[in-house]
C-alpha cells in the first residue's frame, strides 16, 4: 500500500519549512538527512537513490547513495547507512538496467516503471512492495547532466510543474553541497600529504643545522637559529678543520620557505668538502660560487661570511660575499664592524674572487655573525631595529656568548613585538686564547 501524500493546498508551508530546515545542514551528509526525511510526507516517497555518471565513460553510471524511506522518523544513521559521497571510486561502475533508462532525462519528471525491469534492478527488489513510479530531478554541473535524485514510490506521484521545479532546486542544493564536502576532504587529503612532505623538509633541513656549537679549546661558542616559516633559508655552520683550526660560516639565501632550505642545503654539501685548512678566498669561495651559479640559474643568491679561526692564538681569515659585516667587541665593551671588502653574493657572478682579510683576536673579544633576520626586524611603525641597535645590545652584554645570544634574541623579539618577516641567525665566538 503506498503512502500517504500531503495535500496540495498545504504543501506550501511544507516546502517553506523544509528551506528553513536544510538550511542548518553543515554537510552533504546532514542536508540529506533534513531533506530526505520531509520527501516522504511532501511526495510519498518510498525509497531514495542517489546517482552520478561515470567520469570515464558517460553511458556508466554509479550509485551513490541508497535510503529507506521508511514511515516513522528517519535517522542520520538511516542515511549513512549505504553513503558514497566521499568515496566515488569505491561505487561500481554500472551500465544497463532501470537506472540506465532513469538517468537519460536531464528534465525533472515522473515515469512509470516497467515492471519486469523493476523485479530485475536488486536496489528495487529487495523492497516490501513492488516500486511502480519514480521522481527523476536531475542536478547539472559545468552545463551537463551530471548526478540525479531518484525518489521511487508505490504508487503515483501528485506534483505539479511548480513543485517538480523546487525539487529540483533542492537536489541541486544537495549536489553542491556534496561538491563542496568532497572538495574539502580532497583538500584535506591533500593538506596531509603537504604536511608530511614539509615534516619531512623540516627535519631535513634540521639535520644539516649543527646539533650544537662544538667546545674547542681557546674558544667559545653560541648560536640562535629562527626560522619565519617551518624551513628557512639561514644557515650557520662551525666545523673543525685540518691543523686545529676551526672553520665558521653564516649565510643567508634569498628568500625564505622550502626552496629557500633546499639552496641551503645545496650550500651545506658544497662547503663540507672542504675539509681543509687554507683561506677561503683561495679557491673554496669560488668553487662554492661556480657550483651555486649554475645550481640556483639566477633564481636565488646567497650572501655569506667564511671565517677560518687558530684557537690557540686568535688569529683569523676571513672572506665577505655580499653579507653584512661581522662585529666585534672589544674587551673595553666597544663594537666596530670587521673591515673588508665586500664582493658581490654567491650565485651572481659566474665568476667570484674575493679577497682575505687577516686579524687576531685578543682574549675576551667576541665575534657576532648575523643575517639581515636581525637587523631587519620591524616594529609597529614599520621602524628597522638596523646595526646601532645591534651594537648597543652587544657592547651592553656581558662578553659570554650565551648570554649575549639571548640579549639580542630578547632585544629583537621585543622590538618587532614578536612578528617575523625573515629567518633570524646569530652566532658569537669569543677568543679564550692566552686566558
Request: net charge negative; charged share 25%; proline share 6%.
Amino acid at each position: 500500500m503506498s503512502s500517504p501524500v500531503t495535500p496540495p493546498s498545504a504543501r506550501l508551508a511544507t516546502y517553506l519549512d523544509l528551506l528553513r530546515d536544510v538550511s542548518v545542514g553543515m554537510s552533504v551528509e546532514e542536508y540529506a538527512h533534513r531533506l530526505l526525511r520531509r520527501v516522504r510526507t511532501l511526495v510519498g516517497g518510498e525509497l531514495y537513490v542517489g546517482v552520478i555518471a561515470d567520469v570515464d565513460d558517460p553511458a556508466r553510471y554509479r550509485i551513490m547513495q541508497v535510503v529507506d524511506l521508511h514511515e516513522g522518523d528517519l535517522s542520520l544513521e538511516d542515511t549513512r547507512a549505504f553513503n558514497l559521497w566521499t568515496r566515488r571510486n569505491d561505487a561500481e561502475a554500472r551500465s544497463g538496467g532501470v537506472f540506465a533508462t532513469l538517468i537519460g532525462h536531464d528534465r525533472p519528471t515522473v515515469i512509470s516503471l516497467p515492471l519486469g525491469e523493476t523485479r530485475v534492478e536488486p536496489i528495487l527488489a529487495t523492497r516490501a512492495h513492488t516500486m511502480t513510479h519514480a521522481l527523476v530531478l536531475p542536478a547539472f554541473k559545468a552545463g551537463r547532466t551530471a548526478e540525479w535524485s531518484i525518489i521511487f514510490r508505490a504508487g503515483a506521484f501528485e506534483v505539479d510543474e511548480t513543485e517538480l521545479l523546487l525539487l529540483t532546486q533542492l537536489a541541486n542544493m544537495m549536489a553542491l553541497v556534496g561538491e563542496l564536502e568532497i572538495t574539502s576532504v580532497e583538500v584535506a587529503r591533500l593538506n596531509e600529504r603537504l604536511d608530511h612532505s614539509l615534516r619531512s623538509v623540516v627535519d631535513a633541513q634540521r639535520s644539516l643545522m649543527p646539533v650544537a656549537p662544538p667546545e674547542v679549546d681557546g674558544l667559545t661558542f653560541a648560536a640562535w637559529y629562527e626560522p619565519s616559516e617551518e624551513v628557512g633559508g639561514d644557515y650557520y655552520d662551525i666545523t673543525m678543520l685540518e691543523d686545529t683550526k676551526v672553520g665558521v660560516m653564516i649565510a643567508d639565501v634569498s628568500g625564505h620557505g622550502p626552496a629557500a632550505s633546499v639552496a641551503m642545503g645545496v650550500l651545506r654539501t658544497i662547503l663540507h668538502t672542504y675539509k681543509v685548512s687554507r683561506p677561503m678566498n683561495d679557491r673554496v669561495i669560488p668553487d662554492i660560487n661556480r657550483v651555486l651559479y649554475d645550481t640556483l640559474d639566477g633564481s636565488r643568491f646567497v650572501t655569506a661570511i667564511f671565517m677560518l679561526i687558530d684557537p690557540a692564538t686568535g688569529w683569523y681569515s676571513f672572506a665577505n660575499a655580499g653579507h653584512h659585516p661581522v662585529r666585534i667587541r672589544r674587551r673595553d665593551g666597544t663594537v666596530e664592524p670587521l673591515s673588508g671588502v665586500v664582493t658581490p653574493p654567491l650565485g651572481v657572478l659566474q665568476s667570484l674572487e674575493p679577497e682575505g682579510v687577516e686579524g687576531v683576536l685578543d682574549p675576551g673579544e667576541c665575534l657576532v655573525l648575523f643575517t639581515d633576520g636581525v637587523t631587519e626586524a620591524f616594529d609597529d611603525q614599520m621602524n628597522m631595529f638596523g646595526t646601532s641597535r645591534l651594537d648597543e645590545v652587544i657592547a651592553a652584554a656581558t662578553p659570554e656568548p650565551r648570554e649575549m645570544i639571548e640579549a639580542i634574541r630578547h632585544a629583537v623579539d621585543d622590538f618587532s613585538a614578536g612578528q617575523m618577516v625573515d629567518d633570524r641567525c646569530v652566532v658569537v665566538v669569543r677568543c679564550d686564547a692566552g686566558k
